[in-house]
């Protein structure tokens, strides 16, 4: 049986950090989203924040004009953040936790004990045609509050997993694979779209791509780190190439 296409969303947020480090216009992220689809990618994703700390209104809606793949419009479930999809329409939204403390975002949504805030939230954007996605750590009980909310997508954070690799912890990185896994399935079996993402590098995008359930990747930091070095078409036709790998075992399984 073959293994869905696996899609890879670039995540174009710190070309806006660069940007606004700064001030003024360059480096533009409209243009690494030009440049990111033109290499291989499937979607483009960017964070509007409540403190617009990169990614600012203005990118949202010429990355609405002016790029021909879908844009997954990350954002946290506030009455602001709502309104601005419903005004702009995504191809979809991917609702996350947010602190203004925190460097990234840090863990998934508390699912399972914010439903009273996520309902009405999923249930607007889902009316007005937007696909809704939950950033979700792979919890059996944050999974199946998903499922029951009707979400139809759940994206997993595999932050834990990919720092765990990075830092040599085989134990707590066996662990959190094994989550990452069974969650995968679960979600599968309840009639969820699954997307990872999170820390993913070439190496860890590769391992990933071998789990069938997995439809979409999506990776920013790590992209943009390397096209410092090399350039952003080369990072991305590395990563798209190693997710192919990964894909192959999948469908040969």
């Known amino acids: ?24 216009r360059h480096p533009d992220p409209v243009k690494a989203a030009r440049i990111a689809i033109e290499a291989g990618a499937d979607g483009i994703t960017a964070h509007l924040r409540e403190d617009r700390r ?19 419009f990350e954002m946290a479930a506030t009455e602001e953040m709502i309104g601005i ?36 939230a999923i249930d607007k954007l889902g009316n007005a045609g937007i696909r809704v996605s939950l950033f979700i750590a792979a919890e059996p009980r944050q999974i199946e509050t998903a499922a029951r909310l009707r979400a139809p997508v759940i994206e997993i954070h595999v932050g834990p997993w ?14 959190e694979w094994k989550r990452i896994r069974e969650g995968a399935g679960l979600a599968k079996s ?9 820390g993913l590098d070439y190496a860890s995008a590769q391992t990933i791509a071998a789990l069938p359930e997995i439809v979409e990747l999506n990776i920013g930091h790590f992209l943009i ?29």
């Open 162 to 175: 990919c720092d765990a690799l990075t830092e040599g912890h085989r134990e707590a990185a066996d662990a």
């Open 85 to 120: 999809a419903l005004k702009t329409k995504p191809h979809a939204a991917c609702l996350v936790p947010e602190k203004r403390s925190e460097r990234t975002t840090e863990g998934g949504l508390n699912v399972a004990g914010q439903q009273a805030v996520l309902a009405p």
């Open 1 to 24: 049986m073959t293994a869905p296409k696996l899609r890879l969303g670039v995540n174009i947020d710190h070309v806006a950090t660069i940007r606004n480090a700064r001030g003024g």
């Open 190 to 198: 309840l009639g969820l779209e699954v997307h990872a993402g999170h």
């Open 54 to 72: 990169h990614i600012v209104d203005d990118d949202i809606a010429r990355l609405m004009a002016e790029i021909s793949k879908p844009l997954n």
């Open 225 to 253: 780190g390397e096209a410092v070095f090399d350039s952003l078409p080369h990072a991305i036709k590395l990563m798209r190439a190693a997710m192919d790998r990964g894909r192959a075992k999948a469908g040969a399984s």
